[in-house]
């Protein structure tokens, strides 16, 4: 049951977690039982994790959805769009103003040196994360070959169509082991396509859009990035961490020429940045927004930053709104509980890829080795924050 409250109380928490909720997906749901269950009892302990787990089979940022969703069964529409934008804002803004500080910096041709640490560390946290969702996800022998089979694949096929066939395929794999899943009584499935028809919407018309204007350098660029973050956004399970090989491969392995390339080392000092920070790791978007629209002086960085936060935060969004309301009807089916298991895998070979692939491009040095074991450590047998590791990292590497 859903606690009815003011909103303005309500937003202010939401404020509160968006610049105290360090760690990731994985880490925001305790803070958030701390806050919403346990000081305010907005909603039960059951009520959370139920809404939680509903936001995991869902494409999109998990955190920043259960917090819209909560918004969306406490005050409608108009205050889960108020909670999303709470929630994102500060994390944005930080992530907006890293990337302009690395463009002035690449720009002046100073040095990045004190970021060499910085990189092979994200490599650490990146390891981590797929090791921690293993443990959570990879329960069975079938599973784990899944994800060894989509690490694989998506070492080999270094395309951005790979992502969604590895998800697709996973999850049908398992699906058909429905049958060791209990029946439960199905209720009646009435649906309301409204939000379903508004993501797909978007989708067709940020394509349309971005073809319209493809002789317009200064238009088409914000259109496709925000195309491109929509498209991800709308396929992407498991947080950022998962979103992470998806964006390597198209903004620096695949970069298109229409924006400014983006290098290996500034990709990854934006991702331990953003690992950092308090709030949603998707926030990362922003980053990489400000520095595709380097070319176009800041107010174009800005646009750009803007462009990319929304086209990633807004379709898992408009799909957990649809989902909201028929998941009581749509869990009730065998096959869709089955397909969780596959898709699970698969994310965490995703996750694993990646840290395989970013590494590469790296120094086979006894420091970038042991950076990046350290860091896995550190985050496995330790209560450090990410926040503290990193600037950790970022004083080694002022001192080197």
Not at 65 to 90: E, V
Not at 156 to 176: E, H, R, S
Not at 324 to 329: F, T, V
Request: glycine share 8%; hydrophobic share 50%; charged share 10%.
């Amino acid at each position: 049951m859903i606690k009815r409250v003011r909103y303005i109380i309500f937003l202010k928490d939401v404020l509160y977690l968006s610049v105290t909720c360090f760690g990731g997906p994985q880490a925001h749901i305790a803070h958030f039982q701390n806050i919403l269950v346990k000081k305010r009892g907005y909603l039960s302990d059951n009520d959370l994790l139920e809404l939680n787990a509903l936001c995991q089979i869902v494409p999109g940022p998990t955190s920043t959805q259960t917090l819209s969703a909560l918004g969306y069964r406490m005050g409608g529409p108009s205050l889960a769009y108020l909670t999303l934008l709470i929630w994102l804002l500060p994390s944005v803004i930080i992530m907006t103003i890293a990337g302009m500080l690395m463009n002035s910096f690449v720009s002046k041709q100073n040095s990045l040196d004190f970021t060499r640490f910085i990189q092979p560390m994200a490599v650490g946290m990146i390891a981590y994360a797929g090791y921690a969702i293993s443990l959570k996800t990879v329960k069975t022998k079938r599973g784990l070959l899944l994800m060894v089979l989509a690490a694989t694949a998506t070492y080999f096929f270094k395309t951005p169509f790979v992502f969604p066939i590895v998800l697709l395929l996973a999850g049908l794999v398992t699906a058909f082991n429905y049958k060791a899943h209990p029946r439960e009584e199905k209720k009646k499935f009435d649906v309301s396509w409204a939000n379903f028809f508004l993501w797909a919407g978007v989708l067709v018309f940020a394509a349309l859009l971005g073809w319209a204007t493809k002789s317009i350098p200064e238009l088409t660029l914000p259109v496709r990035l925000f195309e491109n973050f929509y498209r991800n956004g709308s396929l992407i399970f498991g947080g950022g961490q998962v979103l992470t090989p998806m964006l390597y491969t198209e903004f620096v392995q695949f970069s298109k020429p229409l924006h400014h390339p983006i290098s290996h080392d500034e990709f990854l000092s934006g991702y331990a940045f953003a690992q950092a920070l308090p709030g949603p790791v998707f926030s990362f978007s922003s980053y990489l927004g400000v520095l595709s629209m380097r070319d176009y002086g800041i107010v174009g960085q800005i646009f750009g930053s803007i462009m990319s936060a929304a086209g990633l935060f807004l379709p898992g969004t408009f799909l957990i709104f649809f989902m909201i309301r028929i998941w009581e009807s749509l869990k009730k089916f065998r096959p869709i509980r089955a397909s969780l298991e596959g898709v699970n895998a698969a994310n965490a070979g995703l996750i694993i890829a990646a840290a395989i692939l970013l590494f590469q491009p790296l120094e086979n040095t006894s420091l970038n080795y042991g950076f990046t074991i350290g860091t896995f450590c550190l985050k496995a047998f330790t209560k450090i924050p990410s926040w503290v590791i990193i600037l950790i990292g970022l004083a080694c590497g002022v001192l080197v």
